[in-house]
């Protein structure tokens, strides 16, 4: 059975950090992309930033460049986020994701395989 569970999450000034956590199970991780997907109220959701467990290689959105990092743990099937000079706009569900082929292709079309963790709630306050 695959599992994707998240933590981390919490509420945090704007300014502030925090690192949420992705830890795998049920699938060869190093086959496959994991990526960090938010969801704030009223809107869509939209991808953060994945990583090809493979190779590293890593996706960063618009929003997540210069201020979240991305990483992988492979002995531990964990996938990070740290997410640094959080602001409110940021305040979202955040969801990890799977999926076997890139981090290029996780972040654009989301998990193919319906790959989905149930998420982690991060509010920043102003």
């Known amino acids: 059975e695959v599992q994707l569970v998240e933590s981390g999450g919490g509420i945090v000034q704007t300014g502030g950090s925090l690192r949420l956590s992705c830890l795998t199970s049920?699938?060869?991780?190093?086959?496959?992309?994991i990526g960090w997907f938010r969801q704030a109220p009223g809107k869509e959701r939209e991808a953060v930033s994945c990583i090809t467990s493979a190779d590293n290689s890593t996706i960063y959105k618009d929003s997540a460049k210069g201020r979240f990092t991305i990483s992988s743990d492979n002995a531990k099937n964990t996938v990070y986020l740290q997410m640094d000079s959080l602001k409110p706009e940021d305040t979202a569900v955040y969801y990890c994701?799977?999926?076997?082929?890139?981090?290029?292709?996780?972040?654009?079309?989301?998990?193919?395989?319906?790959?989905w963790g149930q998420g982690t709630a991060v509010n920043v306050s102003s």
């Open positions: 049920g699938f060869t991780f190093d086959d496959y992309a």
């Open positions: 994701a799977a999926d076997p082929y890139t981090a290029w292709g996780l972040c654009k079309y989301g998990s193919t395989m319906d790959y």
